[in-house]
T-cell receptor
Protein backbone atom coordinates (compact mmCIF):
# COMPACT_ATOMS: atom_id res chain seq x y z
CA UNK A 1 0.00 0.00 0.00
CA UNK A 2 1.10 3.54 -0.69
CA UNK A 3 2.17 5.48 2.37
CA UNK A 4 4.05 8.44 3.77
CA UNK A 5 6.86 7.85 6.24
CA UNK A 6 9.00 10.09 8.40
CA UNK A 7 12.37 9.47 10.00
CA UNK A 8 13.59 9.57 12.61
CA UNK A 9 10.48 9.33 14.79
CA UNK A 10 12.32 10.87 17.73
CA UNK A 11 15.42 13.08 17.71
CA UNK A 12 17.35 14.88 20.43
CA UNK A 13 19.95 17.41 19.35
CA UNK A 14 21.90 20.34 20.70
CA UNK A 15 21.51 24.03 20.01
CA UNK A 16 23.46 25.12 16.92
CA UNK A 17 23.61 21.73 15.23
CA UNK A 18 22.24 21.10 11.75
CA UNK A 19 19.38 18.60 11.70
CA UNK A 20 17.59 17.00 8.75
CA UNK A 21 14.21 15.32 9.02
CA UNK A 22 13.23 12.93 6.26
CA UNK A 23 9.84 12.56 4.57
CA UNK A 24 9.14 9.90 1.93
CA UNK A 25 5.86 9.19 0.14
CA UNK A 26 4.99 6.43 -2.28
CA UNK A 27 1.73 7.88 -3.62
CA UNK A 28 3.54 9.73 -6.42
CA UNK A 29 1.91 12.94 -5.17
CA UNK A 30 3.23 16.19 -6.62
CA UNK A 31 2.54 18.27 -3.52
CA UNK A 32 4.36 17.89 -0.22
CA UNK A 33 4.17 19.94 2.97
CA UNK A 34 5.95 20.32 6.30
CA UNK A 35 4.07 21.44 9.43
CA UNK A 36 5.06 21.87 13.04
CA UNK A 37 2.70 21.33 15.96
CA UNK A 38 3.05 23.04 19.32
CA UNK A 39 0.64 23.19 22.24
CA UNK A 40 -1.87 25.99 21.76
CA UNK A 41 -0.97 26.61 18.12
CA UNK A 42 -2.46 23.75 16.16
CA UNK A 43 -0.43 22.89 13.04
CA UNK A 44 1.53 25.61 11.29
CA UNK A 45 2.96 25.37 7.78
CA UNK A 46 6.75 25.60 7.43
CA UNK A 47 7.49 24.92 3.75
CA UNK A 48 5.74 23.28 0.83
CA UNK A 49 6.50 22.05 -2.67
CA UNK A 50 4.29 21.60 -5.73
CA UNK A 51 6.80 19.48 -7.64
CA UNK A 52 10.43 18.63 -8.27
CA UNK A 53 12.71 21.65 -7.78
CA UNK A 54 9.78 23.76 -6.50
CA UNK A 55 9.83 25.06 -2.91
CA UNK A 56 7.81 27.75 -1.13
CA UNK A 57 7.86 29.36 2.29
CA UNK A 58 4.98 28.88 4.66
CA UNK A 59 3.82 30.68 7.77
CA UNK A 60 6.84 29.84 9.97
CA UNK A 61 9.76 29.24 7.59
CA UNK A 62 12.56 31.12 9.38
CA UNK A 63 15.39 28.77 10.36
CA UNK A 64 14.19 25.96 8.07
CA UNK A 65 14.93 24.94 4.50
CA UNK A 66 13.75 22.25 2.09
CA UNK A 67 14.83 20.90 -1.28
CA UNK A 68 12.92 18.70 -3.72
CA UNK A 69 15.16 16.62 -5.96
CA UNK A 70 12.59 13.90 -6.71
CA UNK A 71 8.85 13.30 -6.36
CA UNK A 72 9.06 10.99 -3.36
CA UNK A 73 11.14 13.00 -0.88
CA UNK A 74 11.03 16.39 0.83
CA UNK A 75 13.70 16.61 3.56
CA UNK A 76 13.41 19.42 6.10
CA UNK A 77 16.67 20.95 7.35
CA UNK A 78 17.15 23.03 10.47
CA UNK A 79 20.31 24.97 9.61
CA UNK A 80 21.23 25.79 13.23
CA UNK A 81 18.83 24.23 15.68
CA UNK A 82 17.33 26.45 18.39
CA UNK A 83 15.36 25.53 21.51
CA UNK A 84 12.33 27.29 19.99
CA UNK A 85 12.33 24.61 17.29
CA UNK A 86 11.53 21.87 19.80
CA UNK A 87 8.26 20.56 18.39
CA UNK A 88 6.49 17.72 16.62
CA UNK A 89 6.97 17.87 12.86
CA UNK A 90 4.49 16.43 10.37
CA UNK A 91 4.95 15.87 6.68
CA UNK A 92 1.97 15.66 4.33
CA UNK A 93 1.32 15.09 0.64
CA UNK A 94 -1.53 15.60 -1.81
CA UNK A 95 -2.34 15.23 -5.47
CA UNK A 96 -2.51 18.24 -7.74
CA UNK A 97 -5.83 19.45 -9.01
CA UNK A 98 -6.23 20.22 -12.67
CA UNK A 99 -5.16 23.82 -12.01
CA UNK A 100 -1.89 22.66 -10.48
CA UNK A 101 -2.80 23.95 -7.04
CA UNK A 102 -3.04 21.75 -3.98
CA UNK A 103 -6.80 21.33 -4.10
CA UNK A 104 -6.98 17.82 -2.81
CA UNK A 105 -6.95 16.08 0.53
CA UNK A 106 -3.64 16.09 2.36
CA UNK A 107 -2.38 12.83 3.88
CA UNK A 108 -0.09 13.04 6.87
CA UNK A 109 2.88 11.05 8.10
CA UNK A 110 3.26 9.79 11.69
CA UNK A 111 5.39 12.74 12.82
CA UNK A 112 8.88 13.35 14.19
CA UNK A 113 9.31 14.55 17.76
CA UNK A 114 12.36 16.85 17.87
CA UNK A 115 13.93 18.10 21.09
CA UNK A 116 16.62 20.78 20.95
CA UNK A 117 18.62 21.07 24.18
CA UNK B 1 -9.19 31.18 4.17
CA UNK B 2 -12.15 31.60 6.50
CA UNK B 3 -11.66 31.24 10.24
CA UNK B 4 -13.49 28.50 12.11
CA UNK B 5 -14.77 28.30 15.68
CA UNK B 6 -15.15 25.01 17.53
CA UNK B 7 -15.88 24.14 21.16
CA UNK B 8 -12.66 23.16 22.93
CA UNK B 9 -13.99 19.87 24.29
CA UNK B 10 -16.97 17.49 24.20
CA UNK B 11 -17.94 14.15 25.71
CA UNK B 12 -20.00 11.42 24.09
CA UNK B 13 -21.25 8.08 25.40
CA UNK B 14 -19.96 5.02 23.60
CA UNK B 15 -22.45 3.80 20.98
CA UNK B 16 -24.22 7.15 20.74
CA UNK B 17 -23.90 9.65 17.92
CA UNK B 18 -21.26 12.32 18.36
CA UNK B 19 -22.23 15.67 16.88
CA UNK B 20 -19.33 18.10 16.55
CA UNK B 21 -20.25 21.67 15.58
CA UNK B 22 -18.21 24.21 13.67
CA UNK B 23 -18.94 27.84 12.91
CA UNK B 24 -17.47 29.43 9.78
CA UNK B 25 -19.53 32.58 9.35
CA UNK B 26 -17.05 34.26 6.97
CA UNK B 27 -16.90 31.36 4.51
CA UNK B 28 -16.97 32.37 0.86
CA UNK B 29 -18.71 30.65 -2.01
CA UNK B 30 -15.80 28.62 -3.31
CA UNK B 31 -14.45 27.45 0.05
CA UNK B 32 -14.77 23.84 1.14
CA UNK B 33 -15.29 22.54 4.68
CA UNK B 34 -12.84 19.81 5.66
CA UNK B 35 -12.72 17.68 8.79
CA UNK B 36 -9.63 15.95 10.11
CA UNK B 37 -8.96 14.23 13.40
CA UNK B 38 -5.79 13.58 15.34
CA UNK B 39 -5.51 10.69 17.72
CA UNK B 40 -2.92 11.26 20.41
CA UNK B 41 0.65 11.43 19.02
CA UNK B 42 -0.43 10.44 15.50
CA UNK B 43 -0.59 12.44 12.28
CA UNK B 44 -3.90 14.10 11.36
CA UNK B 45 -6.32 11.79 9.58
CA UNK B 46 -8.69 12.95 6.85
CA UNK B 47 -12.37 12.31 7.61
CA UNK B 48 -14.61 14.08 5.12
CA UNK B 49 -15.13 17.30 3.19
CA UNK B 50 -17.94 19.14 1.41
CA UNK B 51 -18.96 22.34 -0.35
CA UNK B 52 -22.72 22.78 -0.13
CA UNK B 53 -24.45 19.43 0.04
CA UNK B 54 -24.40 17.05 2.96
CA UNK B 55 -21.84 14.31 2.58
CA UNK B 56 -21.49 10.81 4.00
CA UNK B 57 -18.73 8.25 3.88
CA UNK B 58 -17.76 5.17 5.83
CA UNK B 59 -16.42 7.25 8.72
CA UNK B 60 -18.87 10.09 9.20
CA UNK B 61 -21.53 12.44 7.88
CA UNK B 62 -21.09 16.14 7.25
CA UNK B 63 -24.11 18.43 7.52
CA UNK B 64 -23.64 21.95 6.14
CA UNK B 65 -26.32 24.56 6.81
CA UNK B 66 -28.05 26.17 3.86
CA UNK B 67 -26.27 29.51 4.44
CA UNK B 68 -22.99 27.55 4.82
CA UNK B 69 -22.06 29.50 7.94
CA UNK B 70 -21.86 26.40 10.09
CA UNK B 71 -21.51 22.65 9.82
CA UNK B 72 -21.74 19.53 11.97
CA UNK B 73 -19.64 16.41 11.81
CA UNK B 74 -21.59 13.34 12.89
CA UNK B 75 -19.97 10.11 14.03
CA UNK B 76 -23.05 7.85 14.04
CA UNK B 77 -21.95 5.28 16.63
CA UNK B 78 -19.00 6.59 18.58
CA UNK B 79 -16.43 4.09 19.87
CA UNK B 80 -13.56 4.53 22.31
CA UNK B 81 -11.21 4.67 19.31
CA UNK B 82 -12.94 7.86 18.17
CA UNK B 83 -11.45 9.74 21.13
CA UNK B 84 -9.33 12.40 19.39
CA UNK B 85 -9.02 16.07 18.55
CA UNK B 86 -11.29 17.00 15.64
CA UNK B 87 -10.38 19.89 13.36
CA UNK B 88 -12.79 21.81 11.16
CA UNK B 89 -11.00 23.59 8.33
CA UNK B 90 -12.24 25.89 5.60
CA UNK B 91 -10.15 26.34 2.49
CA UNK B 92 -10.55 27.42 -1.10
CA UNK B 93 -9.65 25.65 -4.30
CA UNK B 94 -6.35 27.50 -4.60
CA UNK B 95 -5.39 27.37 -0.95
CA UNK B 96 -1.95 25.97 -0.33
CA UNK B 97 -2.31 24.87 3.25
CA UNK B 98 -4.74 23.71 5.86
CA UNK B 99 -5.20 26.04 8.86
CA UNK B 100 -5.83 23.59 11.68
CA UNK B 101 -6.60 25.79 14.66
CA UNK B 102 -6.95 24.06 18.03
CA UNK B 103 -9.98 21.85 17.28
CA UNK B 104 -12.42 20.02 19.57
CA UNK B 105 -11.15 17.36 21.93
CA UNK B 106 -13.75 14.57 21.84
CA UNK B 107 -13.76 12.03 24.65
CA UNK B 108 -15.88 8.91 24.16
CA UNK B 109 -16.96 7.59 27.54
CA UNK B 110 -17.58 3.86 28.12
Amino acid sequence: DAEITQSPRHKITETGRQVTLACHQTWNHNNMFWYRQDLGHGLRLIHYSYGVHDTNKGEVSDGYSVSRSNTEDLPLTLESAASSQTSVYFCASSESGTSGYATDTQYFGPGTRLTVL
Amino acid sequence: DAKTTQPPSMDCAEGRAANLPCNHSTISGNEYVYWYRQIHSQGPQYIIHGLKNNETNEMASLIITEDRKSSTLILPHATLRDTAVYYCIVRGLTGNQFYFGTGTSLTVIP
